[in-house]
């Protein structure tokens, strides 16, 4: 059974910065791309950055210079390094892994899902 499990979420303050970690299980990722979305109370699940299996990255451009992912084959791990956070980074953040070895910023090309890790930026 293929699992995702994300943790590193929490309460930070405004210009602090988190690490999100995704723990892959069932599988190996070596081979797939991984990624982040996130999702704030009444707006869509939305594409926050993508690593290809052989790590080229890609964001989406309003967090380019803030966010970056990366991932560890060798343990399958992905993770989200998100510095000077904003109020309005406050969402659900999932981790997410497609079938292919790349894939694009749509929801509905990513395979598997965790459930999910909360982050809250206080002004």
């Known amino acids: 059974q293929v699992q995702l499990v994300e943790s590193g979420g929490g309460l930070v303050q405004a210009g602090g910065s988190l690490r999100l970690s995704c723990a892959a299980s069932?599988?190996?990722?070596?081979?797939?791309?991984m990624g982040w979305f996130r999702q704030a109370p009444g707006k869509e699940r939305e594409f926050v950055a993508g690593i290809t299996w052989n790590s080229y990255t890609y964001y989406v451009d309003s967090l380019k210079g803030r966010f970056t992912i990366s991932r560890d084959n060798a343990k399958n791990m992905g993770y989200l390094q998100m510095n000077s956070l904003k109020p309005d980074d406050t969402a659900v953040y999932y981790c997410t892994a497609a079938a292919a070895g790349l894939t694009d910023s749509s929801a509905t090309h990513w395979d598997y899902w965790g459930q999910g890790t909360q982050v809250t930026v206080a002004s």
């Open positions: 069932g599988r190996t990722f070596s081979r797939n791309a």
